[in-house]
């Protein structure tokens, strides 16, 4: 059975801390995994992973796949307090089928 | 602008209502899908469709129902078979079969008093 875990479900840090998120899949055929940030409504694209031990970066935000034991990472240096979200991770697998985890839910304070 | 476009953003039913969200992208994307998120979860795969005219159940296909006639249009209809309708439902779309991410539209909340 196609499965997500993320981890934690929720992490509150001070602005500047640097944290870690998360993501071990188990999913047939995978082809990628996209990272999402979402605030209120709609999720906003951050990464697109489809090749293992080559990090992506973007501005304080980095990530990277391990495609052999089967998770990814998701790292953010210098928080703010804008970086308060949901993280959700989605690998894709047969059929163009995207899965969801749960989401990590980080709370960055002043 | 090119984008998906949801709509409702808000809606109110009895339970036993049918009820029907649009979602509209004028991006030419040949994949579309239908979410839905719970407070505190993840998004769960209700309906895709990959070309007009076909569709796939997901994982919580029950209680509701779709149709792709136009490549730009994918209706949702939570019907009152779906035990617990009241969520946030998510339209999403990618550019082709092949690669490329899920682009989303900003959600309709559904909410059955």
């Known amino acids: 059975e196609d499965k997500v875990v993320q981890s934690p479900l929720s992490l509150v840090v001070h602005e500047g801390d640097t944290v870690t998120l998360n993501c071990s899949y188990e999913?047939?055929?995978?082809?990628?995994l996209l990272w999402y940030k979402q605030e209120k409504k709609a999720p906003t694209f951050l990464f697109m992973l489809t090749s293992s031990g080559i990090e992506k970066k973007s501005g304080r935000l980095s990530s990277i796949l391990d495609k052999k034991e089967l998770f990814s990472i998701l790292n953010i240096t210098a928080t703010q307090t804008g970086d308060s979200a949901i993280y959700l991770c989605a690998p894709r697998g047969n059929f163009n089928k995207f899965y969801f985890g749960s989401g990590t839910k980080l709370n960055v304070k002043p | 602008d090119g984008g998906i476009t949801q709509s409702p953003k808000y809606l109110f039913r009895k339970e036993g209502q049918n009820v029907t969200l649009s979602c509209e992208q004028n991006l030419n994307h040949d994949a579309m899908y239908w979410y839905r998120q719970d407070p505190g979860q993840g998004l769960r795969l209700i309906y895709y469709?990959?070309?007009?005219?076909?569709?796939q159940k997901g994982d919580i296909a029950e209680g509701y129902s779709v149709s792709r006639e136009k490549k730009e249009s994918f209706p949702l209809t939570v019907t009152s078979a779906q035990k617990n309708p009241t969520a946030f439902y998510l339209c999403?779309?990618?550019?082709?079969?092949?690669?490329?991410?899920?682009?989303f539209g900003e959600g309709s909340r559904l909410t059955v008093l």
């Open positions: 999403a779309s990618m550019p082709s079969l092949n690669t490329g991410e899920l682009f």
């Open positions: 999913v047939t055929n995978f082809r990628s």
């Open positions: 469709s990959q070309i007009v005219n076909d569709f």
